[in-house]
């Protein structure tokens, strides 16, 4: 995929009555000491009405011979001007649950079908600057079922995806190899690189 | 810590010439395609002029003889109306590098002076949304130094946070447990978690 035609052309100030998408709010809260202070945080507008979550992450392993083989993505992110190694991961929509959006997201973005193993507890990206937040959803993907033999992504008309997968057990060396190549790395895929490093150094 | 004295007690928008910490941008990129396309993104306002990345999270180790432990403390964060169990973390200074910050910071909010082992690649929070970055460094604490026997914080004044530590082996079943007592979890925690359990898992 031709990632080096995606680029940043300009940044401008945007005003509230034009934004969309997300929204600054200025918090007003009582400390630990029952002092009156003020916050300032960044927020989504999509965040489905009868839910307490934005998105579900999807931790998909390839059960492959050869060792477990973690699915990512590469996607160009005007926010930082660059291609980001990412989980496949997308918004929940109304109605749905965690698992469910993320079986849909998987097959839309890679078209793998995969099975539910696990569901992490909430996530809070980033929660000294914004509430967003999501569930990690753990999902294995059978390679042996037909449907997984030649994975046909339902890609939107302005979604660019490139999938791939890499050994597990590598991870973090991987991470560093991504970044010298110019990618950038998504705080998930680092950290849980950097979870299963210090799991093999201190032999957890 | 009397963290139940801390809540939110109200929440209005932000406009744009009131925010003194963050900012909302219009992005105009071109796709992978060429296509002309619009994006919004949050952004901090405090980022160094001279540097690349807004702040360090520190994955901190205690080399205990029952086995390595986590450090890590619990704040109330306002954009989430909840006390978070997050890594020690902190914004760069201008001029300072990520492992200069990052020692800074452990012996500000924990009181322990660490060795730093190993700095990670800038890690992105949520590149969908915002810029906001980081770099996680790795930092052991060696309890036999006479400045870690009783480390004593050094907070500022509108700094609430209570530190502790859990066996990292454990990480994951702790962060269900967290969630289980209303605690809500940070991403970096969570995600650190998952790859501990993963590399126990798939024996990597």
Not at 12 to 40: F, M, N, S
Not at 73 to 101: F, H, M, N, S, W
């Amino acid at each position: 995929m031709a990632f080096s035609n995606a680029k940043l052309l300009s940044s401008e100030p945007l005003v509230e009555e034009e934004a969309r998408w997300i929204k600054l709010v200025k918090l007003a809260y009582k400390d630990a000491h029952g002092t009156a202070r003020t916050w300032e945080s960044a927020e989504r507008r999509t965040r489905p009405r009868s839910g307490s979550i934005d998105g579900v992450g999807i931790f998909a392993v390839l059960a492959k011979p050869s060792g477990p083989e973690l699915v990512l993505q590469k996607q160009y992110r005007a926010p930082i001007d660059a291609v980001c190694i990412e989980l496949p991961a997308g918004l929940v929509d109304e109605g749905e649950t965690a698992e469910q959006a993320a079986l849909r997201e998987l097959r839309e973005e890679t078209g793998y079908v995969g099975a539910v193993s696990e569901t992490s507890p909430v996530m809070f990206n980033d929660p000294g600057f914004c509430n967003t937040n999501l569930r990690m959803v753990h999902v294995t993907i059978d390679l042996d079922l037909p449907e997984n033999k030649r994975p046909k992504p339902q890609l939107e008309e302005d979604e660019f995806i490139e999938v791939l997968s890499v050994p597990l057990a590598g991870l973090w060396d991987e991470c560093k190899s991504f970044e010298s190549q110019g990618y950038a790395i998504d705080a998930r895929v680092g950290s849980l690189a950097e979870g299963i490093l210090v799991a093999q150094q201190f032999k957890l």
